[in-house]
Structure formats: structure tokens, C-alpha cells
């Protein structure tokens, strides 16, 4: 199979630097996109700093800008010397709060709703050509202010970290002011068999489907 095309556009400006020996070269790369886009999402500017050398390629500062909305990413990708398509991928990313009316997917799949998305995570992959695994995730993520037309949604809260070989993941929300709180356990093994149990109380049917019916 050939290789993935990314989607993504804008200027480009970098700036790189050769060293080490025949064979085993070590790479200084600092590179920076202006007023591009990345899987549809417009952004302001996208800027990386990565080193490469024959066992590990590692991105030390990486950061989104558009508007109001930032991402941050640091990763380290060590794989066998020369074979990049097996390795491991250890990676952290947050972002600041992100308002949902300035995501374009989101924008364009419900206009009217609002709020802020704020996201922290840290974890590793294990890379092979086959496939792709989940070996460790901490992380959480906050949609707070959630409105639609001007009607108050609710916060959502979600928080995932594995242990022991388990991915534990944990949902709090006020959503339609009700209560709703969901618990889920996948092994981290297989076709990550699991299972998922969301719980209900005092949810107001009626308040619920006027908001179903502007949706």
C-alpha cells in the first residue's frame, strides 16, 4: 500500500541542520507554516522543532495556533536503526480552552452550539506495520459552557488512564441539568474487548426533546 497523503497547506519556512557520520546522520529541523490548513481546520500558524538521529526521532516543541484556540505537542518515536515502521511513540499534548464556534468541522455539523473544548494527554503507541497499539494513555478532557440557540447544555468531563494492562475511562455530565456519570474497561489486548455502563437521573424528558427538536 502507498503511503497516507495529509491533507494540509500554507506557506512553509524551515531551516535544518546536518551533522554526525555516513550512515548515521543526526538532523536539526526547525519549521514553522503560516496561514495554512490541516484536515480541513484553518490555522494561523504551525511550528515544530525536531531532531533526528539513526535510533529516535523526537519533536521537542510543537504548537498549533489559530485565533484563540492553541494545541502543544512533544513526542519521541524510538524505532530500530534504519526501520522507521516499527517502534514506539511517546507523546503529551494539551490545549488552551478552544472555542467549539471557531471549529470549522464543528461549525459546519451544528452552527448554534457553543462552548469551550479544553483537552490533556499523555500516553505511547506501539508502531508496527500491521497496526497500531495503545500501550499507556492518561489524559482528560472538559466541554464546559455547552449551549445550543442560547439553551444551556451542561459541562461533559471525561478522564481515561490505563493500569495493568486496562484502559479505565470515567464521564461526568449535567447535560440538560440531569445527572450522567458513565464508567467503561477495555483490555488492552485483542480487539480491546471491554464493556461500558452510563447512568441516568433526573433527566427531563420533556426539557430534552425541545432541545432534540432544535438540534
Do not use: C
Not at 87 to 107: D, K, T
Not at 175 to 185: K, L, N, P, Q
Amino acid at each position: 500500500a502507498g503511503m497516507e497523503t495529509i491533507p494540509a497547506s500554507g506557506t512553509l519556512e524551515a531551516a535544518a541542520k546536518l551533522t554526525g557520520r555516513w550512515g548515521a546522520p543526526l538532523v536539526a529541523l526547525e519549521a514553522a507554516v503560516a496561514e495554512g490548513s490541516l484536515y480541513g481546520e484553518p490555522f494561523d500558524r504551525l511550528a515544530a522543532v525536531v531532531d533526528h538521529r539513526p535510533e529516535a526521532t523526537e519533536l521537542k516543541g510543537g504548537r498549533i495556533d489559530s485565533g484563540s484556540k492553541r494545541i502543544e505537542a512533544q513526542a519521541v518515536y524510538r524505532h530500530e536503526d534504519g526501520n522507521l515502521r516499527a517502534g514506539r511513540l511517546r507523546f503529551s499534548a494539551l490545549s488552551n480552552g478552544m472555542p467549539l464556534a471557531e471549529v470549522r468541522r464543528v461549525h459546519a455539523a451544528q452552527p448554534d452550539l457553543t462552548g469551550n473544548l479544553q483537552f490533556e494527554a499523555a500516553g505511547e503507541l506501539e508502531v508496527r506495520p500491521q497496526a497500531v497499539r495503545l500501550l499507556e494513555l492518561k489524559g482528560h478532557a472538559v466541554a464546559d459552557g455547552l449551549m445550543l440557540r442560547g439553551r444551556r447544555l451542561g459541562d461533559v468531563r471525561l478522564t481515561a488512564a490505563t493500569r495493568g494492562g486496562m484502559l479505565s475511562a470515567r464521564l461526568a455530565s449535567d447535560f440538560s441539568g440531569s445527572s450522567v456519570r458513565g464508567t467503561g474497561e477495555w483490555r488492552l489486548a485483542g480487539d480491546y474487548p471491554g464493556k461500558a455502563r452510563v447512568v441516568f437521573s433526573k433527566l427531563d424528558f420533556i426539557r430534552l426533546w425541545h432541545l432534540l427538536a432544535q438540534a
